[in-house]
Every structure is written in C-alpha cells, then in structure tokens.
C-alpha cells in the first residue's frame, strides 16, 4: 500500500508545476573522448557555493553526449543571450552536427567556448550525483567572463523574449 511518503505525482502535472521556475538556458560543451566537440543544450544550471566556486547541472541518463560530460574531466557552460533561441534549439537537437558554422575557440583544456554567450564558465568536474534518471555534475569553476548581455529565459516551456527592463522604460 502506498504512504504519504511514496505518492503517486502525476508526471504531467510535475512537469507544469515546475514549468513555473523561471531559469536562463545554456549548451554546456566538452571534448569526447576522440577530441570531437560535444554540446548539449540545458536549463538546470544553477550556483551551489560560493567559496569553493561551485556550480552544478545535470544530464539525462538517456542523452546521447551522456558518457561524455560523465568522463569530461573539463567543461565550459555557455549561458545563452537573447538572441540565442536557434543554439538553444540546435544543441537540444539529436544526431545532427550541432556546431556546424559555428567558430568556437578553445577554453581550457578544449572545452569549447561559443562566439557569442551572456556569461562562460570554464569547470574542472569535482563530483558527479545520482539523480534517478539524470546525473548531477558538480563543477568548480576555473574561470569566467561577463558580458553583460541580456540573457535568454525560459519559463512554462517557452522563452521569454523581453529584455530586462533599461533605465528609462516605463
Ligand atoms: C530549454 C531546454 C532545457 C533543457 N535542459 C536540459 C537539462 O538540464 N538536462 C538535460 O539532460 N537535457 C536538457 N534538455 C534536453 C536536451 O537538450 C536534449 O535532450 C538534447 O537532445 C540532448 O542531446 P544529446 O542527446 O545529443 O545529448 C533541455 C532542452 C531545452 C530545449
């Protein structure tokens, strides 16, 4: 018999509710182990200290750059702008070249960095968690870049497409 303790949630009504948290969205990359690019696109970024510089994120148990980002000793969060739906869209996309036409430098240890992003941060894997049927990554942050741009949001399976508001607007 089912307790209070192990209810039944409706996956639907999980998934909705929430849809209510509003979060910016990024494509995390890395190298595979063959030195090809590797991208995927998420919204479960988030801060976890401050002192170390950590953050986590986490990655479906079922996607394909799973084994990936789980051996990735490095990796870069490109958080998107904006502007930025199409990357949001292509690095969410299965088995196509998702950094095609795309001049990408190298971060450190080749971790891919996108030409254009609201903010980067570069991570060294610290600890990987089992979360059900996705895995939490948990990064400490080597280096980052601001650049102030307005960033891409993502609320009730939709982007929000209004900048924050500038001095001036009404
Ligand atoms: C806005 C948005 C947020 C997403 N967040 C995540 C996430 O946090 N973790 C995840 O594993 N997949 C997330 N996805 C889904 C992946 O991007 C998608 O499944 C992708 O096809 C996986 O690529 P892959 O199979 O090549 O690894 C998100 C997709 C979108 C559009």
């Known amino acids: 018999m089912r307790s209070d303790d192990d209810p039944i949630i409706d996956h639907h009504e999980f998934r909705r509710a929430l ?27 988030n801060s ?5 510089p950590l953050v986590l994120w986490s990655i ?9 980002f789980i051996n990735a000793e490095y990796f870069a ?20 070249d998702k950094f095609a036409g795309l001049d990408c430098r190298e971060g450190l240890h080749g971790a891919p ?28 942050v080597l280096r980052l870049d601001d650049r102030d741009e307005d960033p891409l949001i993502f609320y009730r399976g939709h982007f929000h497409n209004k ?8």
């Open 19 to 45: 849809g209510c948290f509003a979060t910016g969205v990024a494509v995390v990359t890395a190298l595979d182990a063959r030195g090809e690019k590797v991208g995927i696109t998420i919204s479960s970024f």
């Open 48 to 52: 976890v200290s401050m002192n170390p």
């Open 60 to 68: 479906a148990n079922s996607a394909n750059t799973f084994d990936t």
């Open 77 to 96: 969060v490109n958080v998107l702008t904006i502007d930025q739906h199409e990357l949001s869209s292509r690095f969410a996309s299965k088995d196509i």
């Open 113 to 140: 960095i996108l030409p254009e992003y609201a903010a980067c941060f570069e991570c060294r894997t610290e600890h990987r968690y089992d979360g059900g049927d996705h895995t939490i990554i948990v990064g400490r």
């Open 163 to 170: 900048g924050a508001p500038k001095s001036g607007d009404s």
